[in-house]
Antibody, heavy 120, light 112 residues
């Protein structure tokens, strides 16, 4: 079965760029019919969809984050990545990667999540 | 501010049934049969419980069911068990011209 695992720095300084990678195992990221998404959750708060990428490289982003977000895919490594620029304390959250279907945007499976703290 | 509105909390006793509502608009919940529900225990990743309004993934108990009427979707849990205590989030496709995907603010279910 497909499994996802996030990785990256747990601490990022304000104004810098947050970079995370999601490694997909148990299946090929290139197999069609799926989107690969990033979702975040500040402590004690709800889920916020950040954006998604298709293996063709086509992306969609949350309008509220669009100016700062880049999602990319590396099919040779079976990975996709998130970059969020000009971070502030408000970007402190647990970041999840997840797979969704092209026919209906339900997320399954999810990675375990990784906490990213923005602090100097 | 969350795009979909859920009650902050609901509670029920073991064996009872509860329903969690998820209210959106005609641009998301009302327009697409693409509502999903997630269960999240503390410190854990969300788990898909319902997709396409009322379908259950393999392995999810049939005590969980979903429905939709107009702009409001609902998750019903019957025969409440202690392990059902968790946060629940709804999610809807919102069309490519807006947010694409929107979540509810989450509902804390307490099993008394």
């Amino acid at each position: 079965q497909v499994q996802l695992q996030e990785s990256g720095p747990g601490l990022v300084k304000p104004s810098q760029t947050l970079s995370l990678t999601c490694t997909v195992s148990g299946g090929s990221i290139s197999s069609g019919s799926y989107y690969w998404s990033w979702i975040r959750q500040p402590a004690g708060k709800g889920l916020e969809w950040i954006g998604r990428i298709y293996t063709s490289g086509s992306t969609n982003y949350n309008p509220s984050l669009k100016s700062r977000v880049t999602i990319s895919v590396d099919t040779s490594k079976n990975q996709f990545s998130l970059k969020l620029s000009s971070v502030t304390a408000a970007d402190t959250a647990v970041y999840y990667c997840a797979r969704s279907t092209v026919i209906g945007d339900w997320f399954d499976p999810w990675g375990q999540g990784t906490l990213v703290t923005v602090s100097s | 501010q969350s795009a979909l509105t859920q009650p902050a909390s609901v509670s029920g006793s073991p064996g009872q049934s509860i329903t969690i509502s998820c209210t959106g608009t005609s641009s998301d919940v009302g327009s697409y049969n693409l509502v999903s529900w997630y269960q999240q225990h503390p410190g854990k990743a969300p788990k898909l419980m319902i997709y396409e309004v009322s379908k259950r993934p393999s392995g999810v108990s049939n005590r969980f069911s979903g429905s939709k009427s107009g702009n409001t979707a609902s998750l019903t849990i019957s025969g409440l068990q202690a392990e059902d205590e968790a946060d629940y989030y709804c999610c809807s496709y919102a069309g490519s011209s807006t947010f694409d995907v929107v979540f509810g603010g989450g509902t804390k279910l307490t099993v008394l």
